[in-house]
């Protein structure tokens, strides 16, 4: 998934597929039980809530078409993802952690070694010449890093905790991707936090970080535009720092414009062309037209309105409630995968990409097989 992640999907469906069939095989009603299970809980019929009013939000989508054809490539992937975080745990072979650790270490040497070489290992393999490339890679390494060290550390395997979490640091930090090492100083943060402070503090400072970020995003762009300094502009030159607060006002602009429904699920692609954006400025609408805010809590504002993102809100604190209930040991990698999730998605991607919904659910599977007892033979 590091290596070739446009192909990610396909392998996280691919393993949903087989561990569905393992567990219909084992225990045909256990199996629906598992899956069925968490969908009745508040935080169950919440997400279910979301996904009712992304598949509603078609109706005064601009572009059902471009609407259909997201949700086309989003929900079988979401569909993998689920599959796989439900079924995987307590399945996994003994040795699945340890072989994936030195594969995730195999992952992280290549884009180390390539970067470092001008991309030597691409030109030899015939790939795209260009240093980005490594930039979704990196952010995987960190979604699957996290849960799987933390898996390690529970079975003492420190020599292999050591290894991984060194090279995950290395290609993360190798690499250009600032979301990703933004994400790094995230999950590093929340760590310290949960390792130091008590339960509540940890728990109250992941949800009001969560519950800011979400509460933010339609004022980012003038946020930013107001307040951030030339010197930081120079520092991020790279990273495009003035064209994202740029983005970032236009979208704010477009949810002010359609507030309480937005403009309809997956019409990103488009949004210049939406309703929403007919009256603003000529130099907002330029800007919408670059595929997505780079934001996703931005993006569920301006594609669901104010309604997606009170159902968004109410799922991440409900997420954080469940959390409560587990034992503390579960809490440094789970709030660690949660932050370093958050900070990627406040600046990097599309809210629906496939990859990075692939990521997730593999990362919550090596998380929750840290959480489960693993099955008598």
Known sequence: MALAN?????????AALLFLAAALIEDRRGAWRNLSAPLTTPLGLCALAFLGWC?????????????????????????????????????????????????????????????????????????RIAYFVHNRPAM????????????LTMRRQRWAVIVVVA????????????AASLGLV?????????????????????????????????????????????AAHQRLVQSSSRAR????????????????????????????EVPAAAGLAPEFREMLAVGHPHNSFLQV???LGIIGAALAGAILMLMLTALAALPRASHLPALSLVAAAAAIAFVEHGAWQSWWTAG?????????????RQPEA
């Open 6 to 14: 446009r192909s990610s999907p396909v392998v996280v469906g691919l």
């Open 55 to 127: 598949g509603l939000s078609l109706a005064w989508s601009p572009f059902p078409g471009l609407s259909l054809k997201v949700a086309g490539e989003f929900t079988p992937t979401l569909a993998g993802a689920y599959l796989l975080a439900r079924l995987a745990p307590g399945r996994m072979a003994p040795g699945a952690a340890s072989l994936g650790a030195w594969m995730l270490a195999l992952a992280c040497a290549f884009i180390v070694v390539d970067l470092a070489s001008d991309l030597a290992l691409r030109r030899l393999l015939g790939g």
């Open 140 to 151: 995987t390494i960190l979604l699957i890093g996290i849960p799987l060290a933390g898996l």
């Open 167 to 178: 090279l995950c640091l290395a290609a993360i930090l190798r690499s250009v991707s600032g």
């Open 186 to 230: 995230a999950a590093l943060a929340t760590a310290l936090v949960v390792r130091l402070a008590p339960k509540r503090v940890a728990l109250g400072l992941a949800g009001a970080g969560l519950g800011f970020a979400l509460t933010i995003a339609p004022i980012e762009g003038d946020v930013l535009q107001r307040f951030m300094p030339e």
């Open 245 to 272: 607060v740029a983005i970032a006002q236009s979208f704010g602009a477009a949810v002010a414009a359609e507030p309480w429904r937005g403009a309809g699920y997956g019409t990103s692609a488009r949004f210049a």
């Open 301 to 303: 504002w301006a594609e």
């Open 360 to 372: 997730l659910g593999a990362a919550i599977a090596w998380w929750r097989e840290s959480t489960v």
